[in-house]
């Protein structure tokens, strides 16, 4: 097969990830992850040069705040530089079509764009969380909805031009997926890693799932990390062992 035909490939038809259609299918919860994740390069090809025109927003993102990467992008109050999570905060849950997703006053989402996607999370590790959370259910929404989350979400980079022009794969009908918990690795205030786990099922079967995203903040708000050629990584889980249970309801 063509080397090009093999970049533009879904990860998980690589060898070694292959583990069935219902695996395929139900980890299809991280949507937007599988939209930014569909590259499939070889380890030592070299990254796209920069496109200097290049922008972490599109014409119809919000704007950032006047204090780049500092002050919340809507105002959201309360900076933490340092810390983590270790108990499943408190949430309201939203439904996008079937899928929930955890909002909060304080870590946000606080604002929602004019193609309906939520957006501006706390400068915080309960923040950090929440933007993760929500990045799993988005990529559901229709795809102009998806596109332009990811104008709005992958910052300047190397990779931000292939990530955008990523096809991502769509749900299948029956499938049904819900967060199920998550783990902090790491916060820094200026970037978080974020293990979100999640249950979901296909045609009659059940999986657990992993997401991890790579998030930076910038521009006042939480966004993939588009200096790294794969800001979010997928992989099934045996179980949910490790992971603070976080769930609808």
């Not at 599109?58 to 983590?84: N, Q």
């Not at 304080?106 to 969380?129: D, W």
């Not at 990390?225 to 979010?232: F, G, H, L, Q, V």
Request: contains cysteine.
């Amino acid at each position: 097969m063509a080397e090009d035909d093999d970049t533009q490939r879904s990860p998980f038809t690589r060898p070694g990830f292959i583990v069935g259609a219902v695996v395929v299918a139900a980890i299809i919860v991280a949507a937007i992850v599988l939209t930014v994740l569909n590259l499939n390069r070889d380890d030592d090809a070299a990254p796209p040069a920069p496109d200097p025109s290049s922008s972490a927003t599109s014409s119809a993102a919000p704007e950032p705040s006047a204090v780049a990467g500092g002050a919340s992008i809507c105002g959201l109050e309360g900076v933490e530089l340092s810390g983590t999570v270790t108990t499943a905060p408190a949430a309201e849950w939203q439904f996008q079509d079937v899928y929930a997703f955890p909002t909060s006053p304080t870590a946000g989402p606080g604002e929602k764009a004019s193609e309906g996607y939520p957006y501006c999370f706390q400068h915080s590790p309960e923040g950090a969380l929440f933007a993760a959370a929500n990045v799993t259910v988005i990529g559901f929404g229709p795809a102009e909805q998806r596109q332009a989350f990811l104008e709005y979400a992958l910052t300047d980079g190397p990779y931000r031009d292939t990530l955008l022009s990523a096809q991502g794969a769509a749900a299948p009908s029956d499938m049904r997926a819900s967060i199920a918990g998550f783990r902090m690795l790491a916060y820094d205030g200026d970037s978080a890693r974020v293990d979100i786990a999640f249950r979901g099922s296909s045609n009659g079967q059940s999986v657990n799932g992993s997401a991890v995203l790579e998030l930076v903040w910038v521009d006042g708000d939480w966004k993939l990390d588009a200096s790294n050629p794969e800001p979010a990584r997928l992989a099934e889980l045996p179980d949910l062992s490790g992971y603070v249970s976080w769930t609808e309801g």
